[in-house]
């Protein structure tokens, strides 16, 4: 009987819930955040009206530096941007005027680099990258936004970034509270018998792509320690 119903389960489980992760912001830059952000652009200070006049152009050598910033020791970040471009369809190149997310140590060495390709022609933007922090040894680091290929009439007008650092999910953790208790195990039932994903914040436990009767023997599995 236990072997049928878990079967149905398994039947029964075929959406995916997608693991969560815990987010911190470790910077911020806007119209009200900029302290102890950079930009090369030294006849171009920066202030409330410069950047939301789209002054904070990227471009040649303009560049954008965060200040030092500490990760905390998690596997990634991800850097959410908000931009303005004056867009003249005849001139402007997508792929010139795509930004580049390099992050620095205190040295100024280049610890990772991410490039972000615009497929269109579009005059705001708000889009996120993430970087993976796996390969970089330093907790701490400065970030750079960058357009070097980009001309005047390909500029990136920064509007706001804010850069968070993302922590995996604790394992067997399905309701997000940050502990592995039976609470756990009764939501993954109540949503493989009833449909019911309220309470799910992590639900895939074991990474097969969907909800199914393992993820729950996962979560037994770690409260008997094994």
Request: proline content about 2%; aromatic content about 8%; overall charge negative.
């Amino acid at each position: 009987m236990k072997k049928y119903i878990f079967t149905l389960i398994a039947i029964m489980a075929s959406v995916l819930i997608s693991q969560a992760e815990t987010v911190d912001t470790i910077a911020q830059f806007d119209n009200t955040h900029y302290d102890g952000w950079v930009y090369s652009k030294t006849t171009v200070p920066l202030s409330s009206s410069n950047i939301m006049q789209n002054k904070i152009n990227l471009y040649g050598d303009y560049i954008l530096t965060s200040p030092l910033m500490n990760s905390g020791g998690v596997d990634s970040i991800s850097v959410s941007v908000k931009t303005h471009s004056n867009i003249n369809t005849s001139s402007y190149n997508p792929t010139q005027g795509s930004p580049t997310f390099t992050l620095i140590d205190e040295n100024d060495n280049e610890l990772a680099s991410v490039f972000y390709k615009f497929e269109d022609a579009q005059e705001h933007r708000a889009f996120s990258v993430k970087i993976d922090l796996c390969n970089v040894e330093a907790t701490q680091f400065k970030l750079q936004l960058s357009c070097k290929d980009a001309t005047l009439n390909s500029a990136l007008s920064i509007r706001e970034v804010i850069v968070e650092s993302l922590a995996a999910p604790v394992m067997g953790d399905v309701d997000g509270d940050g502990t592995v208790t039976s609470a756990d195990i009764t939501v993954l039932y109540n949503y493989l018998l009833n449909n019911d994903s309220s309470c799910i914040v992590n639900g895939d436990q074991d990474g097969d792509g969907s909800v199914t009767a393992g993820d729950i023997t996962l979560i037994y599995n770690i409260l008997l320690g094994s």
